[in-house]
């Protein structure tokens, strides 16, 4: 099983949402996919990037990349009140 950690951003001078992959490179240093059932010399469990080597990269990557851009697209259509 893999859980896959993203971080969105608003930024209230542009009224806008954004994939913050920066941030997820400085927070998530170890990769931004939690592989609970992963088995490792501590035992179950670790850390883990989308890409996998050579060329390949995990199975829901695209999937995952593209309901984000859209779901962002959503909130961004959306108006936040200041109220």
Do not use: C, V
Not at 42 to 61: R, V
């Amino acid at each position: 099983m893999a859980q896959h950690h993203f971080i969105l951003m608003y930024d209230d001078q542009t009224n806008s949402w954004e994939w913050d992959t920066d941030s997820e490179e400085t927070r998530f240093t170890d990769g931004t996919i939690w592989y609970s059932d992963k088995e490792t010399q501590w035992g179950y469990s670790e850390w883990g990037y989308s890409y996998l080597g050579d060329g390949k990269y995990h199975p829901l990557e695209e999937k995952l990349s593209d309901t984000m851009q859209k779901l962002i697209g959503q909130l961004n259509n959306k108006e936040i009140n200041n109220d």
